[in-house]
C-alpha cells in the first residue's frame, strides 16, 4: 500500500519560514523524480519544485531562491524548506512522485499540507 504523508505546513508572517516534509511508505524513492506542488483557492495546481533521482533540481520561477527541496533516501523522505514566505505563497501543498528518475508526469500524490502566510 503506497502512501505519501506530508507535514509541516501552518501559519506564518511574512518573511517566515517552514520545512515540509514528506514520508513515503509502500515504495523506495531513490529511483523516482519527485516534487512538491501547490494549489491556492480558485487557482489552478502548479508545480514548485522538482529534484531528479540523481538529486539535479528545479524550480518555479515564483520561488526561486527562496524554496529549497531537497531528498533522503535513506529516510524514503522528500523536504522543502520555504524561506522569505509571502502572502502569495499560501497554498496547499502535495507532494508528488513520478515513475522514473525524471520528470515524466506524476505518479503518485499526499493529501497535502496547508501553509498560510499572512
Known amino acids: 500500500h503506497v502512501q505519501l504523508v506530508e507535514s509541516g505546513g501552518g501559519s506564518v508572517q511574512a518573511g517566515g519560514s517552514l520545512r515540509l516534509s514528506c514520508v513515503l511508505s509502500?515504495?523506495?524513492?531513490?529511483?523516482?523524480?519527485m516534487g512538491w506542488f501547490r494549489q491556492a483557492p480558485g487557482k489552478e495546481r502548479e508545480g514548485v519544485a522538482l529534484?531528479?533521482?540523481?538529486?539535479?533540481?528545479s524550480y518555479a520561477d515564483s520561488v526561486k531562491g527562496r524554496f529549497t527541496i531537497s531528498r533522503d533516501n535513506a529516510k524514503n523522505t522528500l523536504y522543502m524548506q520555504l524561506n522569505n514566505l509571502r502572502p502569495e505563497d499560501t497554498a496547499m501543498y502535495y507532494c508528488?512522485?513520478?515513475?522514473?528518475?525524471?520528470?515524466?508526469?506524476?505518479?503518485?500524490w499526499g493529501r497535502g499540507t496547508q501553509v498560510t502566510v499572512s
Open positions: 509502500g515504495y523506495t524513492i531513490s529511483s523516482r523524480c
Open positions: 529534484i531528479d533521482r540523481n538529486s539535479p533540481t
Open positions: 508528488v512522485t513520478s515513475i522514473s528518475g525524471t520528470w515524466a508526469g506524476p505518479n503518485r
